[in-house]
């Protein structure tokens, strides 16, 4: 038995410094919450209260791991392939108001949060207690910087479109009917 946060060692180490000296936040709405957690909110997301059991095998391939927001969004892992670099799965945030994106691997996760916004948007303000020791964890352990806007801009733009429409192709196939599927191929580049 293992005392790992995860099977992912990227994320093992970003949850490491995340409960490390101060418990600082580092990024504005990150937390960590158990690792797949079953109650993280995608039964009620994706409106399958009731069916839990129907659609245990594809429940199974989404492995919540962080809240995204104060507000009720999330991370989530999208096991779309038996990979066996799970670090490089694309990674879901099902937002509360019903919005998704699409981040092609931690990596680029761990990019998106040195912007310290929940919304991604690059703004003037004070950042998190923990942003400059996050900043600078993220490039002693992966040799990675702060993305400029444009830079963070393409990484989600990249994401959706890599992964977007063959994501929501497949959530359609077991979340409700209320869902507007169609509105979410539009906004990652289908038809």
């Not at 942003?131 to 993305?147: C, D, K, M, Q, S």
């Not at 990249?158 to 196939?173: I, N, P, Q």
């Amino acid at each position: 038995m293992t005392d790992a946060y995860s099977p992912i060692p990227e994320l093992n180490l970003l949850k490491e410094f995340s409960d490390g000296p101060g418990e600082d936040a580092f990024s504005d709405g990150f937390e960590f919450y158990e690792y797949d957690r079953p109650d993280a909110g995608l039964v009620e997301w994706l409106g399958l209260e009731g069916r839990e059991e129907e659609v245990r095998g594809h429940l199974d391939r989404l492995t919540p791991f962080a809240q995204a927001t104060g507000s009720g969004s999330f991370w989530a892992l999208w096991r779309c392939d038996d990979r066996d670099d799970r670090a490089t799965l694309p990674v879901v945030r099902f937002g509360d108001e019903g919005d998704l994106d699409i981040v092609e691997g931690l990596r680029n996760l761990f990019l998106l949060l040195t912007i310290d916004d929940e919304s991604f948007i690059f703004q003037d303000e004070e950042h998190s207690p923990g942003h400059e020791a996050y900043v600078a964890w993220l490039r002693e352990t992966f040799g990675l910087t702060p993305p400029t806007e444009p830079e963070a801009d393409e990484i989600l733009r990249s994401g959706g479109e890599k992964y977007g429409v063959r994501f929501v192709d497949w959530l359609a196939e077991f979340g409700s009917q209320e869902i507007d599927f169609d509105s979410w191929r539009k906004e990652f580049g289908g038809s």
